[in-house]
């Protein structure tokens, strides 16, 4: 089943960015064809892909304001068999200003998107730490959402107007949008505070969250700065084993995408 998955949560540091990166490169290295989808103006998925978000010529930017092609912006990363990159750089900050006069402009990544589903298994999209027209685009463009949360105390803040905000989007502008699932990042073990926060989100949305919980892990947090998915930096750490786990249980999801569906929560 070919997905665009959106993975988005306002909130900052809770590992939007770590998770694209490796679960995007987990599952091309189980044999799929994947192309992630860079929305936010920080770059940090094009950097952590090992691409310099300085020189970029055409990027998603480009692409969302029509001045060139998918097949143009699309960079194939190296040494990673099936992984395709749409890069972004702060450029794309002006695009939420520029995008404002424009037509249709919650659909613009939906339609750069139209012909790429098809040649993908799958697109993951990651989302700027904010509720913004890049987002909303991302929303309108997927097929589902998967939501990071950090075992952290303010893991639940922001996270039910999250909810919120897809329900709407569901309901108005994209009735295929559905919840994908809740993943749990930078879980340590040692702590009472993470088993309470995955107790407190399982309460709510048991039937929402992934089995698989990424570790707080040094390696996770050094791979980006040597432009390498923790899969390459460092293939035995527990972060690498965790996100090869996740990709497995991505694929392993019966998930009924073509199914309308009521409000999601």
Same mark, same amino acid.
């Given at each position: 089943m070919k997905r665009i998955i959106a993975v988005a949560n306002q909130k900052g540091g809770v590992g939007k960015t770590t998770t694209n990166i490796n679960l995007a490169t987990c599952l091309a290295q189980a044999g799929k064809s994947v192309l992630v989808c860079d929305m936010d103006p920080q770059g940090n998925t094009t950097s952590g892909l090992g691409v310099d978000k300085h020189t970029l010529e055409k990027s998603i930017y480009t692409l969302l304001l029509g001045e060139s092609y998918l097949e143009e912006v699309a960079l194939k990363i190296e040494g990673i068999d099936g992984l395709f990159l749409l %890069?972004?750089? +702060?450029d794309l900050a002006g695009a939420e200003i520029e995008m404002l006069d424009l037509a249709s402009r919650e659909f613009r990544l939906r339609d750069v998107l139209s012909h790429a589903k098809y040649l993908? =298994?799958?697109i993951l999209i990651d989302c700027p730490p904010s509720l913004n027209i890049l987002t909303l685009n991302a929303l309108c463009a997927a097929d589902? /959402?998967? /939501? %990071? +949360?950090?075992?952290?105390?303010?893991? @639940?803040?922001g996270l039910t107007q999250l909810m919120h905000t897809i329900n709407l989007v569901h309901g108005k502008l994209n009735p295929r949008l559905a919840l994908e699932g809740v993943v749990? $990042?930078?879980? =340590?073990?040692? $702590?009472? @505070?993470s088993a309470q926060v995955v107790d407190e989100v399982k309460s709510h949305l048991a039937d929402h969250t992934y089995q698989t919980i990424i570790p707080r892990n040094v390696r996770l947090s050094e791979a980006p700065s040597h432009g390498l998915p923790i899969t390459l930096y460092a293939p035995q750490s527990k972060g690498a084993e965790a996100y090869e786990q996740l990709a497995r249980e991505v694929m392993a999801k019966n998930f009924l995408a073509d199914e309308p569906q009521k409000e999601l929560l």
């Open positions: %890069p972004a750089n +702060i993908y =298994d799958y589902s /959402v998967l /939501v %990071p +949360i950090q075992c952290e105390y303010y893991a @639940l803040e749990f $990042t930078m879980y =340590d073990a040692r $702590t009472n @505070l």
